[in-house]
């Protein structure tokens, strides 16, 4: 399953995008190693970060959105999908102007939660 993919399609229907051959190259992509390779930790990891707005547990993964920036006035999106004790995380955040650097800055949150 191409995460990259599943995230813009879910953001495209909630129409938080438009275009997602332009929001594709806004998405960073890692993997990280995680502390407890379960679901239920992934979820409890991040519903202190971010609102769950999808969660799969057929297909181990969760979607999230990440309040960012200067009193929370951008939002990220987050993918998180769970391949054995592998997590691979794709991040989108649409950068406006001033270039904030978002979408690094929650990968970084999400690697101190899970890993």
Do not use: C, W
């Not at 995008?17 to 679901?39: C, F, G, H, R, W």
Request: hydrophobic letters at 45%; charged letters at 30%; a neutral charge.
């Amino acid at each position: 399953m191409d995460i990259i993919f599943t995230l813009l399609n879910v953001l495209a229907r909630e129409q938080i995008i438009d275009n997602m051959d332009k929001a594709s190259k806004e998405v960073l992509v890692d993997n990280y190693q995680l502390k407890k390779p379960t679901d239920l930790f992934i979820r409890d990891s991040i519903m202190g970060l971010g609102t769950i707005m999808k969660e799969d547990l057929r297909n181990h993964y969760y979607i999230t959105s990440v309040k960012m920036g200067f009193l929370g006035n951008v939002m990220t999106y987050a993918i998180i999908e769970r391949n054995d004790v592998i997590a691979e995380v794709a991040v989108y955040a649409h950068e406006g102007l001033i270039k904030g650097r978002y979408a690094e800055k929650t990968q970084k949150k999400l690697k101190e939660l899970l890993s």
